[in-house]
């Protein structure tokens, strides 16, 4: 028999976002299972996006659109955004403040301890280009760096745990010291996947079809992406490479312009984008993400994995932690369009490697990035259970 000593703390938990998607697209199981312990959540984004908030109304959960630039520095914009997150944290005081992605993490964390939320909980999906050797090539980029180390510090003083996404990330939060206590770091392996909603599915056979889904950013490779398919082109004309993804602010997002002209090349298909990914991934044979971002993990790549199709990345961090190379996909160096389009062609001369990578991609799925295993770590460690 419970005593009541021993029953769990109702809280009023904050989940505060970057993109308002990502919370039914990424966090919808771990918002459920928050609800499900009976707790209360209010989630916090930019976008004012109906389909998001009817989503989440029906699993109980209360949206607030949140005044936010994702990218950009403008100090004038992060002041209107923490002093929002202040008056709503007052208006609406919560027991639990849970921010993931650089900005909610930093203005969450602050506003929270402004406010005096002393259970502050941080999900560290991916540092970011700004820790990457690149993102530190030029002045301005060690400048912003030294800046983001600094709020990182006053935002996770305090906090209750932070959650790394891969070794890279965990092992620069204890670099650049954001934490005084390092035991409060535990790394996890991405946000998970739901294996019954990205069901196992035969890969199509026949002539190889890559698939690229992604921000339409440089960082995410999709120069590479075009450059290899070129490649490959000259020696297998009949493959075909997708690209599905939405433009994106960032000052190293991807033309329309741009986009238009590799498809009048004929070297891509563009698909738009969508709110769901699964019929396109269910139409490909091989998915290819050749990431020179800081990745966390890459949900996209969870995705695939959770599908069944054998996957080519990059060997950096974050990426390479879902491909055994050789076994489920291959690892190739970033920034190299010829090693690209030798893994692509590998699966155009030997097509039966891409259901027998398929099939170890979801074995990988299923034992290393289940959502409800994932799911635990996280509420278990932040007392939520």
């Not at 199509?204 to 075009?226: C, H, Q, S, T």
């Not at 001369?349 to 990988?364: D, Q, T, Y």
């Amino acid at each position: 028999m419970t005593s009541l000593d021993s029953a769990p703390i109702r809280r009023q938990i904050a989940v505060v976002a970057s993109y308002t998607p990502s919370l039914t697209n990424f966090r919808l199981e771990l918002l459920k299972r928050m609800v499900e312990a009976g707790h209360a959540v209010t989630a916090y984004a930019p976008e004012d996006d109906p389909i998001v908030k009817a989503d989440l109304a029906r699993i109980g959960i209360d949206f607030i659109p949140l005044p936010m630039a994702r990218t950009g520095l403008n100090p004038l914009d992060d002041l209107g955004t923490l002093t929002f997150l202040v008056r709503a944290f007052r208006k609406r005081p919560p027991d639990t403040v849970i921010p993931y992605t650089m900005k909610p993490i930093i203005y969450g964390g602050i506003a929270a301890r402004i406010v005096g939320v002393a259970h502050r909980c941080f999900l560290v999906t991916g540092l970011g280009h700004v820790f990457s050797d690149a993102g530190a090539a030029t002045v301005k980029g060690r400048l912003v760096r030294s800046i983001s180390v600094a709020l990182y510090k006053v935002a996770f003083s305090g906090a209750q745990v932070v959650f790394a996404y891969n070794d890279a990330d965990e092992a620069d939060i204890r670099r650049y010291r954001m934490l005084k206590d390092n035991s409060l770091v535990q790394l996890v392996p991405g946000s998970g996947v739901d294996l019954e909603h990205f069901g196992f599915s035969e890969a199509p056979v026949g002539r190889p079809v890559f698939l690229l889904i992604a921000r339409l950013l440089k960082d995410k490779g999709i120069v590479d992406y075009v450059q290899a398919a070129r490649l490959v082109k000259e020696k297998y004309p009949e493959a075909e490479f997708r690209l599905l993804g939405h433009f994106d602010p960032n000052p190293a997002a991807i033309s329309r312009e741009q986009i238009q002209a590799w498809v009048d090349e004929g070297v891509i298909n563009y698909l738009g984008e969508t709110r769901d990914v699964r019929p396109y991934l269910a139409d490909c044979n091989v998915f290819v993400l050749p990431s020179y971002y800081r990745e966390g993990i890459p949900r996209s790549i969870l995705e695939a994995l959770a599908t069944g199709r054998a996957v080519i990345t990059t060997n950096l961090e974050g990426c390479r932690d879902t491909v055994e190379d050789g076994v489920n996909g291959f690892l190739v160096p970033p920034k190299d369009p010829q090693k690209l389009a030798d893994a692509m062609m590998a699966f155009a001369a030997e097509p039966g490697l891409v259901r027998k990578m398929g099939l170890r991609s979801r074995e990988l799925a299923k034992r290393k990035f289940d959502v409800h295993r994932v799911n635990r770590m996280l509420l278990e460690r932040m007392q939520l259970a």
